[in-house]
């Protein structure tokens, strides 16, 4: 038995344990099957319902994630809009400055080249 784990050892505890407890078993061995069977199916339905409440502490948990996934989705979303908004405001100003500064090179220019008197020119 050299298992490392020692899960063969555990078999032997258990082998020993239920070969005592026929032995030594204060009913008779009707009883104790029908006693081992109600016990059996007491474990059944316990594990049942706790497979239950997992299932349903998995859904849950998958609902919250995926609620917090669009909260998110929806927050990032609402900021690039913003961004997008912002960049195209600034880009409109960015060509209306360049407009004024072109409008007033050619106002200058204009009245540079007339030669209107008492332009000193």
Known sequence: MEDRSGFGYFLLGLGIGVAAGILWAPRSGEETRALLADKAGEGAEYLRNR?????????????????SAADLYEKGRH???RQRETLNA?????????RDAMGDARTAASSVGTG?????V
Not at 51 to 67: I, P, S
Not at 90 to 98: D, H, I, L, N, S
């Open 116 to 120: 209107h008197p008492g332009d000193g």
């Open 90 to 98: 600034a880009v409109e100003a960015g060509k209306q400055a360049y």
């Open 79 to 81: 900021q690039v809009s």
């Open 51 to 67: 497979a239950q409440d997992g299932t349903e502490y998995v859904k849950q948990r998958g609902e919250d994630v995926r609620q």
